[in-house]
C-alpha cells in the first residue's frame, strides 16, 4: 500500500497569511493527487485533483503542485472560510489512501 | 443536483452486522464507480471500499476484507455496504462518494460528491 505523509499536522495562522502543506507518497505517483478540505461536522470537498487542477467553483487562491513523490497545496491569502483540515488522497493505486491531515487554525 | 444520502447507522453489539445504504439522483448512476470513506471519531479519512460502475470489480481496504460487502442496484440508483462481524475499531462515520470521472477504472482523479454520513458505533 501507498503510505501518504502529511505535514505539518496543524498550522497556526492569521487571515491573509500564505499557508503552504506537503504531502509525500511513499512511492512516485505521478500526478494521481488530489486534495481535500473538511470543517467539523461535514464532509470532506474536493479542492484539487490531478495534482495541480482545480475543480469547478474552488476560489483561485487555492493552488496544487507537484510530481511523483512530493506535493504541495498552496493557500495564498487565507480566509476566515478556510480555516479547516485538509487532507491530501493518492488515487494512483488501490487501497486508495488519505494523508493524516493539516489542521489550519486561527493564530 | 447532484446528492448522496447516506442511511442505516446505528448502535451495535460487536460481531453483529449492518447494511448501510446510500440513495443518489441528480446524475447517471450508472456510469460512475462509488466509494465508501469513513472516519472514525476524531481521526482521519480512511478509504474503506470501491465499486465500479458496473458492479463488475469490488475492491476493499485490508481490514474489512471478508467481513464487507459493497454492491450497488443501479436500477434503484443506490449503493450499499453490507458491514458483518462489527468490531469496536469500525466506529465511524462512513461517507459515501463518487468517482469524479465516469468509466471504468476512473478512480484515478477522486471523488468529487460527498454525502453526508451516517454513523455507526459498535459497542457492547
Known amino acids: 500500500d501507498i503510505q501518504m505523509t502529511q505535514s505539518p499536522s496543524s498550522v497556526s495562522a492569521s487571515v491573509g497569511d500564505r499557508v503552504t502543506i506537503t504531502c509525500r507518497a511513499s512511492?512516485?505517483?505521478?500526478?494521481?493527487l488530489a486534495w481535500y478540505q473538511q470543517k467539523p461536522g461535514k464532509a470532506p470537498e474536493l479542492l484539487i485533483y490531478a495534482a495541480s487542477t482545480l475543480h469547478s467553483g474552488v476560489p483561485s487562491r487555492f493552488s496544487g503542485s507537484g510530481s511523483g513523490t512530493d506535493f504541495t497545496l498552496t493557500i495564498t491569502s487565507l480566509q476566515p472560510e478556510d480555516f479547516a483540515t485538509y487532507y491530501c488522497?493518492?488515487?494512483?493505486?488501490?487501497?486508495?489512501?488519505f494523508g493524516g491531515g493539516t489542521k489550519v487554525e486561527i493564530k | 443536483q447532484v446528492q448522496l444520502v447516506e442511511s442505516g447507522g446505528g448502535v451495535v453489539q460487536p460481531g453483529r452486522s449492518l447494511r448501510l445504504s446510500c440513495a443518489t439522483s441528480?446524475?447517471?448512476?450508472?456510469?460512475?464507480?462509488m466509494h465508501w470513506v469513513r472516519q472514525s471519531p476524531g481521526k482521519g479519512l480512511e478509504w474503506v471500499a470501491m465499486?465500479?460502475?458496473?458492479?463488475?470489480?469490488?475492491y476493499y481496504v485490508d481490514s474489512v476484507k471478508g467481513r464487507f460487502t459493497i454492491s450497488r442496484d443501479n436500477s434503484e440508483n443506490t449503493l450499499y455496504l453490507q458491514m458483518n462481524s462489527l468490531r469496536a475499531e469500525d466506529t465511524a462515520v462512513y461517507y459515501c462518494s463518487r468517482d469524479k470521472i465516469s468509466g471504468a477504472g476512473t478512480y484515478f482523479y477522486g471523488m468529487d460528491v460527498w454525502g453526508q454520513g451516517t454513523t455507526v458505533t459498535v459497542s457492547s
Open positions: 465499486i465500479w460502475f458496473d458492479g463488475s470489480n469490488e
Open positions: 512511492q512516485g505517483i505521478s500526478t494521481w
Open positions: 441528480g446524475f447517471t448512476f450508472n456510469r460512475h464507480g
Open positions: 488522497l493518492q488515487p494512483n493505486s488501490l487501497p486508495l489512501t
